[in-house]
């Protein structure tokens, strides 16, 4: 266990929480961090009723620190800080560790909060929810986005049909089958979260699947470690053109953060734009986007289930893989309505609700 | 130059345009990489009419590309693609060479196609434009982004009042002065464009002022490599809290791309967290978070310039930090309305412009 005299003194006195430093009201920092004064040290300090006291030098700045606060916040010994993003804070699953589809009935997810922050925790943790018993009422995805966060509205609209269209600007409206994706990678930022909500599903096919992209990405970095290093290295251009849009992203498909963490998975290839590399490189990439493309295809990795009438998915888009049989619709309607929205204001929402509990 | 003898046999076939392997109608590509067979190589080619004819072995698959084309998107010989969002892409600026304000009256911004594309490419290049005489109604700032994208709504709503509130739950709603920041480090994704709107400012003080965040990222780079290194290299988290929102999001200062290419800073004193580093690694994080601090706060890297009645700026948020000084709010009125947007529906609408000029 670290003490406050392990803490820099630099650490401890950017962190003072005095009126003069802190906003009493909202905790906002008052002081930049370059109006402290150069080589500041720890002068004296002592402990009193659960307080640790520190008087520093140069500034003779004077501070207080709750120690249950100083104990949660002390540096610590991990290089990585902790991220809720990263692939290590996931449960990162394959079919045969997924277990049952998380799931929770709509009516007790409005009714109950524990219900609801399971929900979204399993958002969060597992990469997806659905809800069940949502009222197939035309629109209604948009009320489930607004019980956890903000709608992000696109070219697509606040909300897109998913049917067979006469003339699809996207493959999504079609009968056709979709293979493992991520939607929008040619948006930057990209949605980090998409909801689904079934209307009809009368077509034979046109069944659902989930792949982990985080386990995909992992089962690629033990197997294939050159690939993965291609993939999370190289920068790829995906883009979605029609009469009013024209959109564009160049990035990685598999996306690390500085200690190596996968952190996003992008893949689509629908919207991939011909990799402009060398030469070799190009060789060496379609190696390794070929090895990806393998993996996230293996059966085992792909929980497949068929959504009902009512039935609402609400799935991390920059980790979740989604797909679909192909469906014939001469043989009965099948209607999804979708939405975009984003993990911080679902992660919000969920925070809240804890404190509640 | 590069012919399409020397492209690699699996891009040429994985970029075929025929109609099995793209929809005819919206371009998206309808087989998977994993379908291809291994060991693709070009059996036969010749051009023809602009054309060139290439059939491949082992799946003896027939393929036709434009000679307009080829050239276009043949595989480069620079390592890093072009990434319209990464520093070397940018008009980066400091206040000797950013010359006048980039601006555009409102009126022929909604009326001259060509204004509007250029007021726009401001965005993109040097990274904010303002425009003049925009109506001082209140909610008119919604009107200005939907002239080029799509609304984030946050927690603060979909748009948010910037004057002095009783209870600011944010420093921006107080007279207090505020050095240069990114605006809501603590969530993810991070809105990538703010608008801001004047509706009155009467106030003594009160000025804006504006910091190119990559051009300060490149003036550390070169005066302090490692402090560069440790911003890129380190994540930290920022957080806001509030009644009904708890925001948390955890990132380096300094977004660089798998090619050390600057692609987004962060940077909010106010509200970063304790760093939870190891503690040598803690005391270097602030070697370089306060050389960071020191490089962004000098003069010579921040326009500054007071905002009138009816002028609107549209910026870019993971590049350009912005400022105020403070103000007396008891000497006459300042209030702004802001909303954030995104970069990626802006630069849509300018590629669309550009088709029709």
């Known amino acids: 266990m670290m003490t406050v005299l392990d803490a820099p003194a630099i650490w401890l006195r950017d962190n003072c929480s005095c009126a003069e430093c802190k906003h009493p009201d909202n905790g906002q920092k008052l002081f930049n961090i370059g109006d402290l004064a150069d080589g500041i040290r720890v002068d004296e300090t002592h402990e009193q009723d659960g307080e640790v006291h520190v008087r520093f030098a140069p500034d003779g700045h004077a501070s207080v620190f709750d120690s249950a606060w100083l104990r949660r916040w002390l540096p610590e010994a991990s290089e990585a800080p902790t991220d809720p993003r990263a692939e290590d804070a996931k449960q990162i699953w394959d079919v045969s560790d997924l277990g049952p589809l998380p799931e929770a009935s709509w009516e007790s997810y409005q009714r109950d909060p ?163 590399l060398r030469p070799e490189d190009t060789e060496r990439f379609y190696v390794a986007y070929r090895a990806f493309a393998e993996v996230i295809n293996r059966p085992e990795h792909q929980v497949v289930f068929r959504m009902q009438p009512g039935d609402c998915v609400i799935f991390d888009n920059i980790r979740l893989l989604h797909a679909r049989t192909g469906f014939e619709g001469e043989a009965g309607e099948r209607h999804l309505q979708g939405c975009y929205a984003d993990l911080d204001g679902l992660e919000s929402t969920l925070a809240v609700l804890r404190r509640a509990r």
């Open 114 to 276: 524990a219900v609801k922050a399971a929900a979204l925790e399993a958002v969060v943790r597992t990469g997806f929810v659905v809800l069940r018993g949502v009222e197939t009422t035309p629109r209604r995805v948009l009320d489930v986005a607004a019980t956890f966060g903000f709608v992000r509205t696109t070219n697509y609209g606040d909300l897109f049909d998913v049917r067979i269209e006469p003339n699809p600007i996207n493959l999504a409206f079609t009968g056709l089958p979709i293979t493992p994706h991520t939607d929008n990678p040619y948006r930057d930022p990209v949605p980090t979260l998409q909801i689904l909500h079934c209307l009809s599903n009368a077509a034979p096919g046109g069944d659902s699947g989930f792949v982990d992209g985080f386990k995909a990405a992992e089962v690629l970095r033990t197997e294939s470690p050159d690939a993965f290093d291609i993939l999370s290295g190289t920068e790829v251009t995906f883009r979605f053109v029609s009469e009013d849009t024209e959109l564009s992203a160049t990035r990685s498909m598999i996306d690390v953060d500085p200690y190596g963490r996968v952190r996003e998975v992008r893949f689509n290839n629908r919207s991939l734009q011909p990799v402009r």
